[in-house]
């Protein structure tokens, strides 16, 4: 797990983070039930083309897999890990008010958490000015599912490190900092919480697309910078200014995927 001291001064690291080993499945079925709480890029009904859904989802593709036998998915565009005034499931809390109702815990759920990309993004937004306050209900958020049970026994709450979204085509100088922020932020609470709670762990999204920005060739990828809806199912990452395409998609499940034998070692 990267640290405050692998989020370098001035940018993000390219290779600070630890070397990927790309580990054989211990088993391909993981878990009975996914569970999943973000925002557009875990959105089963996100319409990347504004046109009509194109691709599948990186959880979808992990139930198609055979990684997980069921989905219950409630992340929809635009979440943030702030609350405030939005439409339904549109925040964290939100979605955690839906899902904690009845929650229906079996003894092997596998929860991910992943959000920050809205955050980061508001930064026009007096609220999302310095983050503090997504980051507090963000806490308050991971803490109501490590007491309903989400990383006891069998079961593992996985947070989710977003991929460096400076990187994004939709290129905003304030997003690096702000990335880096939210990093350390991610990176010092799971480590805090894994503390007591040895079932929640890190989905390292951000080292895992760390690495495919600076080898790209190796993930059969040619363009990792500009939106190319064409080739995003192919050899583009970006299908519009801030969303992948398919083959992002498929990248996201691997790595996903990647975390899921990680559990298996764990329980």
């Given amino acids: 797990m990267l640290s405050r001291r692998h989020i370098i001064a001035g940018g993000l690291a390219?290779?600070?983070?630890?070397?990927?080993?790309?580990?054989?499945?211990?088993?391909?079925?993981?878990?009975?039930?996914?569970?999943?709480l973000g925002d557009s890029y875990s959105d089963p009904l996100y319409d990347t083309a504004q046109t009509?859904?194109?691709?599948?989802?990186?959880?979808?593709?992990?139930?198609?897999?055979?990684?997980?036998?069921?989905?219950?998915?409630?992340?929809?565009?635009?979440?943030?890990?702030?609350?405030?005034?939005?439409?339904?499931?549109?925040?964290?809390?939100?979605?955690?008010?839906?899902?904690?109702?009845?929650?229906n815990y079996g003894p092997d759920d596998i929860t991910v958490v992943y959000f920050g990309y809205n955050d980061i993004a508001?930064?026009?937004?007096?609220?999302?000015?310095?983050?503090?306050?997504?980051?507090?209900?963000?806490?308050?958020?991971?803490?109501?599912?490590?007491?309903?049970?989400?990383?006891?026994?069998?079961?593992?709450?996985?947070?989710?490190?977003?991929?460096?979204?400076?990187?994004?085509?939709?290129?905003?100088?304030e997003f690096l900092p702000r990335t880096r922020h939210w990093l350390t932020f991610t990176y010092d609470f799971i480590a805090q919480r894994r503390a007591t709670h040895r079932g929640m762990l890190c989905a390292n999204v951000y080292r895992r697309f760390t690495d495919i920005f600076a080898r790209p060739l190796v993930y059969g990828l040619q363009n990792v910078t500009t939106a190319d809806p064409n080739n995003a199912g192919t050899t583009a990452l970006f299908y519009n200014d801030n969303h992948f395409g398919a083959k992002g998609q498929?990248?996201?499940?691997?790595e996903f995927s990647r975390t899921l034998d990680l559990v298996c070692r764990t329980r």
């Fill in 14 to 36: 390219a290779v600070a983070a630890p070397s990927i080993v790309r580990a054989a499945p211990i088993t391909n079925r993981v878990t009975q039930r996914l569970v999943v």
């Fill in 52 to 103: 009509s859904k194109v691709f599948p989802s990186w959880p979808e593709l992990l139930v198609n897999r055979g990684r997980a036998v069921s989905m219950r998915n409630l992340a929809v565009s635009g979440a943030t890990a702030m609350d405030y005034s939005s439409p339904l499931n549109g925040t964290f809390k939100k979605q955690l008010d839906t899902f904690l109702a009845a929650p």
């Fill in 122 to 173: 508001r930064y026009a937004d007096a609220r999302w000015a310095n983050l503090n306050q997504a980051k507090a209900d963000f806490r308050v958020g991971v803490d109501r599912l490590l007491t309903a049970g989400a990383a006891t026994g069998n079961r593992r709450l996985l947070i989710t490190a977003v991929h460096d979204w400076s990187r994004n085509p939709k290129k905003r100088t």
């Fill in 250 to 254: 498929q990248l996201l499940a691997d």
